[in-house]
């Protein structure tokens, strides 16, 4: 195999990993440099192949570069996050592995292969920064001030408490009860529900009618960023721990003193939940490439979506995890379960849909209320509360009573049937907009995955998705 083949074999080798490689021979000279790649780094081919390394990527200081660490140290560097200037002075944040390449006991090359993580990053960057500021804010202000913030008038963000919680129903009557009694210590909680239950909002009343009301209230979903990220957020990160890395507090020690809740908990890597695990044992962070231990005084609330033996059995979550952080375990009963409800509810959201809309929904028909009684609905409480929303947002002027046709349970099934893309649950049962677009998804995913052989990387380029999310998408479906 020549030269020419086997660059043709590494752009190959790239391509399949889903992600830009760079390859510089002993000397620092870039011997290969793919389009994924120069995309990545707002670059071209051309400015970068046949020239040194360090000549090019001038802005990266040397001993951060893991190109030269794998040249001169002979080490390799997996998955670590970098932030840096490319030549013409944008900011790169990449996810890379880096190794050295050895044959007879000689470095001849070094290769990186790197992820795109700059919009991410950016994101998680920008969530924290508002979430110091915030707690900052709360901090300086005064006792009437801290007043408002507990009742949730606080910049227009909604804070909940026990008293917004809508039901009568024995069981979930009996629910809400043992949550007030875990608002009333300072045990961890985990709380079970099916999506749309509203988990969310019975963590912030544990908070916000518990000992740590006065405290910071934060929520991180741990399906929504990735590992690389997600760590530095909850733990924050040290200037110097990875290239571009700056003193940063993560939402632990922005929570310290209050309430951290981590949402779908077993979406987090296993190694992170390792170290999680650590946390909540030792009481103390370490941020990411820092050496100082930070003393941490933080109550957990963590949600899952699904009953944590069959999580803890498939090895989505640790059990000495789940031990640790459901020493109080409370599960949020469905819709279906607690359809004497549905009244109170209807009630609750008319009223709430009629001030946004201004209109004047007095009622529902007897007709109507059959509909939604009958109805199972898998997205519960926020399946509900869409449905009304809809009905009261598109009534008449001067309508006074919503019928039976103005409550659309079923409303996209003529077009799912149209289109022939709806999943079979939703075009039999009903169900929410999101429940429909949720299979139009997976159904989509699995035609692509079918048709390339399973093959995650070229899926993911004809999707037009990262990697990763498709991953997500494929573990959140059970493909």
């Known amino acids: 195999m020549n030269a020419k083949e086997y660059q043709a074999l590494l752009r190959a080798a790239a391509e399949a990993l889903g992600g830009g490689m760079h390859i510089v021979n002993a000397d620092g000279i870039t ?59 944008k900011e790169i944040s990449t996810v890379n592995t880096t190794i050295p390449i050895i044959v007879d006991g000689k470095v001849i090359a070094a290769m990186e292969v790197a992820r795109d993580i700059t919009e991410i990053k950016n994101m998680s960057d920008t969530i924290l920064d508002l979430q110091s500021d915030l707690t900052a804010r ?17 910049r227009g963000i909604r804070k909940y408490r026990f008293s917004d919680i809508i039901g009568e129903n024995r069981k979930f009557e009996e629910t809400i009860a043992r949550a007030r009694k875990a608002a009333n210590n300072d045990t961890s909680v985990i709380l079970y529900g099916e999506t749309g239950v509203g988990k969310e909002l019975f963590a912030q009343s544990i908070h916000y009618d518990g000992l740590r009301k006065k405290g910071p209230f934060l929520a991180q979903n741990c399906a929504a960023i990735p590992e690389s990220l997600l760590e530095g957020m909850l733990f924050g990160t040290a200037k110097g721990g990875f290239t571009g890395a700056e003193d940063r507090a993560g939402l632990f020690e922005q929570a310290n003193g209050g309430t951290l809740l981590l949402d779908e908990v077993s979406a987090m890597p296993i190694g992170l939940q390792g170290k999680l695990l650590r946390v909540l044992q030792e009481e103390y962070i370490r941020r990411v490439g820092g050496t100082k231990d930070i003393p941490i005084d933080v109550r957990i609330i963590s949600t899952i979506n699904e009953p944590a033996k069959d999580l803890i059995n498939r090895g989505a979550l640790r059990q000495d995890l789940y031990y640790r952080l459901g020493t109080l375990s409370i599960t949020i009963p469905p819709l279906r379960e607690r359809k004497d409800d549905i009244p109170l509810l209807i009630n ?61 349970i079923g409303g996209y099934n003529d077009a799912a049937d149209a289109s022939g893309n709806a999943a079979g649950s939703f075009v039999e049962t009903g169900g929410s907009l999101a429940d429909y677009l949720s299979g139009i998804e997976e159904t989509v995913i699995r035609q692509y995955l079918t048709a390339n052989d399973n093959n995650v990387s070229k899926t993911a380029k004809d999707l037009g998705m990262l990697r990763q999310n498709l991953q997500h998408k494929i573990k959140k479906y059970g493909i």
């Open 31 to 89: 011997i290969l440099y793919n389009e994924e790649m120069a995309k990545l780094e707002k670059t071209t081919i051309k400015n970068v192949i046949g020239k040194p390394f360090r000549e090019v990527f001038s802005n990266i200081p040397e001993e951060e570069s893991t190109l030269v660490r794998a040249l001169k140290e002979r080490k390799a560097t997996k998955n670590q996050q970098q932030t840096y200037l490319n030549e013409f002075g």
């Open 138 to 154: 709360k901090t300086s202000r005064g006792e009437e001030e801290a007043e408002n913030r507990e009742q949730g008038r606080q």
């Open 348 to 408: 609750a959201f008319l009223k709430k849909y009629n001030e946004r809309f201004d209109k004047e929904i007095w009622m529902i028909s007897d007709g109507a209320e059959t509909k939604l009684m009958k109805h199972d609905y898998p997205g519960n409480v926020r399946e509900l509360e869409n449905i009304l929303m809809a009905a009261v947002s598109m009534a008449e002027e001067g309508q006074h009573v919503l019928t039976d046709k103005d409550v659309d």
